[in-house]
């Protein structure tokens, strides 16, 4: 069935450092990928998404492209700051609409 | 403009109790969603209303889920005899048409169940 596996955390990277959270997932078709973020305190925030192949989604200097062949979809960013020490979720959407989570990776930056 | 809202934003209750959960949508988004965060987990599909309809209330656990929409706005989830494992995370998130449009979500009600 669907489903989506990202790399375990916590991840703990100084400040500055370059990020890369895996994610691979397993769908029907062709289905629109995404990248969450969840603050501390804070709800669900979509962070970035691609809809079809070799698109990449860029936000806040995040960005991840949608490769088909792997079905893969990395979230990386060049330099973190504190500010992004939150808990990062891949997803998808099945066919019948439904998101489909990994289990979260949760990055720690430190100064 | 207001983001989806729900209430309360936590909720204690003790083994066996009936509990509500609300949500306001986003206005005129017609699509609804429930999902269920554990703990150290990435949320869990619920059940998806389309207006006044359950669209798909394929991951309700069992029949002490239950959700309505009445008039196709805030949309309530009511969990009967609540067990210790009831405890979560539950979100609600809208969208405007469903399918694969962009869901928006709530802060989520956290329950406890002691």
């Known amino acids: 069935g669907d489903s989506v596996t990202q790399m375990e955390g916590p991840v703990t990277l100084s400040e500055e450092a370059f990020l890369t959270i895996n994610c691979t997932y397993t769908?029907?078709?062709?289905?629109?990928l995404f990248w969450y973020v969840q603050y501390p305190g804070e709800g669900l925030q979509l962070l970035l998404k691609?809809?079809?192949?070799?698109d990449k989604g860029s936000n806040k200097g995040f960005e991840a492209t949608y490769r088909k062949e792997t079905t893969s979809f990395h979230l990386e960013k060049g330099s973190v700051q504190v500010s992004d020490s939150a808990v990062y979720f891949c997803?998808?959407?099945?066919?019948?609409?439904?998101?489909?989570f990994g289990q979260g990776t949760e990055l720690s930056v430190k100064p | 403009g207001a983001g989806v809202s729900q209430t309360p934003s936590n909720k204690v209750t003790e083994k066996g109790k009936y509990v509500e959960l609300r949500c306001d949508p986003i206005?005129?988004?017609?699509?609804l969603y429930w999902y269920r965060q554990s703990l150290g987990q990435g949320p869990e599909f619920l059940i998806y209303?389309?207006?006044?309809?359950?669209a798909d209330d394929s991951g309700l656990p069992n029949d002490r889920f239950f959700a309505v929409r009445p008039e196709g706005s805030v949309s309530t989830l009511k969990i009967q005899r609540t067990e210790r494992g009831d405890s979560a995370v539950y979100l609600c998130?809208?969208?405007w048409g469903g399918g694969q449009s962009e869901q928006f979500f709530g802060p989520g009600t956290r329950l406890t169940v002691l």
């Open positions: 998130a809208s969208s």
């Open positions: 769908a029907t078709g062709y289905p629109s």
């Open positions: 691609a809809t079809k192949a070799d």
């Open positions: 997803a998808h959407y099945n066919q019948g609409g439904k998101l489909i």
């Open positions: 206005s005129g988004h017609t699509a």
């Open positions: 209303f389309q207006g006044t309809g359950a």
